[in-house]
């Protein structure tokens, strides 16, 4: 009687396909390990907080429970305290990153595209960026008082120093070898910009964008937290002062949470922009 080829090959069939079982279980529990991992040290410290809160070991006064500051947010965001700060902070990152955008790109691509302009402006450039913003305060006050001008011209010139420097050294890092084809190809000077130029020196420019306004975001809160009477650094000031420290935790993980995520969406819309500078694309 003849072999049923059907049933000779079953049990090799069955193998192959536990293998890519095997094989799509380990890929999913790669992809579900780092974001578990992530969560690791923030679950840790929850419980340390809350353990310390409930024995004490801290007095509430100075250190308050878990549970105290989650209804203080629910309290503030049901007050709409939280939203108008948020979007008075908000819109004062818009402004003055907007500015510090501009101009770092422009002085970034001057630096990088003329020997000359580098050599009379990136010293003294350089000397500008050693100083931090908390620097320049005592001297901005003089000059345009406390009002929302000072704010922003601060938050533009923390944006502006990591974006101009970004910009600067992706575009004079640009590999000989490209400007050599484009002279093989008789590119204008426009076209050798548009087409070798800019497309090679985009990922440190995100870069110096992405820094840029991390940056912004962490000046907005000084400033706020020195010369403001609303915001989400006023917040963690009026705290203070009322020694509500549930209100400045409060605050505090608001600002955090909002930097984490303007960082994770330029970081997103940086695989959209750059995924041509992927292999297979």
């Known amino acids: 009687m003849a072999a049923n080829p059907a049933v000779s090959t079953a049990p090799g069939a069955l193998d192959v396909t536990h293998s890519a079982s095997k094989a799509a279980l380990r890929r999913l529990l790669g992809l579900l390990a780092d974001p578990l991992l992530a969560w690791i040290v923030p679950a840790v410290l929850l419980a340390v907080w809350f353990v310390a809160a409930r024995l004490e070991w801290i007095p509430q006064q100075v250190l308050p429970a878990p549970e105290a500051v989650a209804g203080m947010l629910a309290e503030l965001y049901r007050s709409g305290e939280l939203w108008a700060n948020l979007q008075i902070s908000a819109m004062r990152v818009a402004a003055g990153f907007a500015l510090g955008l501009a101009g770092g790109l422009a002085l970034g691509a001057a630096m990088g595209l003329s020997p000359r302009v580098r050599d009379y402006v990136y010293p003294t450039f350089k000397a500008f960026s050693q100083v931090p913003v908390l620097g320049w305060l005592p001297l901005l006050m003089l000059l345009v008082g406390i009002d929302e001008a000072l704010k922003i011209i601060l938050i533009a010139k923390a944006a502006l120093v990591p974006i101009a420097l970004n910009t600067y050294k992706g575009i004079h890092n640009v590999p000989a070898r490209y400007l050599e084809v484009a002279r093989v190809m008789k590119l204008t000077a426009w076209q050798t910009l548009a087409r070798v130029v ?30 403001s009477s609303e915001g989400l650094g006023y917040l963690i000031v009026y705290g203070r002062q009322l020694f509500q420290l549930d209100l400045v935790i409060a605050a505090v993980i608001v600002v955090g949470a909002v930097g984490f995520l303007l960082d994770k969406g330029l970081a997103l819309a940086e695989r959209a922009v750059l995924r041509w500078r992927k292999p297979g694309f």
Not at 203 to 227: C, Q
């Open 198 to 227: 800019f497309p090679a020196a985009a990922a440190p420019v995100w870069n110096g964008i992405r820094y840029g306004l991390t940056h912004a975001w962490l000046a907005l809160v000084v400033v706020e937290l020195l010369a």
